[in-house]
Nanobody
Framework: VQLQASGGGSVQAGGSLRLSCLASGSFYSINVMGWYRQAPGKQRELVAS???????NYADSAKGRFAISRDNAKNTLNLQMNSLNSADTAVYYCNLKIRRDYDFWGQGTLVTVSS
């Protein structure tokens, strides 16, 4: 399984970005895909996740500002990020989990928010 993330970049505070992730390869259709981020000097943290059935989960920091979505037919995952602020600056990673057995990561895409 390979995960290819894209869409990062630089934006001013209050702006928006949309991240995308394409999963390729063979994997079980029942899974959880999500976005994590890691800021300099901090641990990687969950931003948002969505199950193959459509159930979403958001970090408190993302609620009301970010929206996660997926297209199971195209094996794509998206994260629409609005009202960005400097605390959102981080490397964002796409993740695919299958039960507790498999945990796949993309290469990361940098999001920089300037005030």
């Amino acid at each position: 399984v390979q995960l290819q993330a894209s869409g990062g970049g630089s934006v001013q505070a209050g702006g928006s970005l949309r991240l995308s992730c394409l999963a390729s390869g063979s994997f079980y259709s029942i899974n959880v895909m999500g976005w994590y981020r890691q800021a300099p000097g901090k641990q990687r943290e969950l931003v948002a996740s969505v199950t193959s059935g459509g159930t979403t989960n958001y970090a408190d920091s993302a609620k009301g500002r970010f929206a996660i979505s997926r297209d199971n037919a195209k094996n794509t995952l998206n994260l629409q990020m609005n009202s960005l602020n400097s605390a959102d600056t981080a490397v964002y990673y796409c993740n695919l989990k299958i039960r507790r057995d498999y945990d796949f990561w993309g290469q990361g895409t940098l999001v920089t928010v300037s005030s």
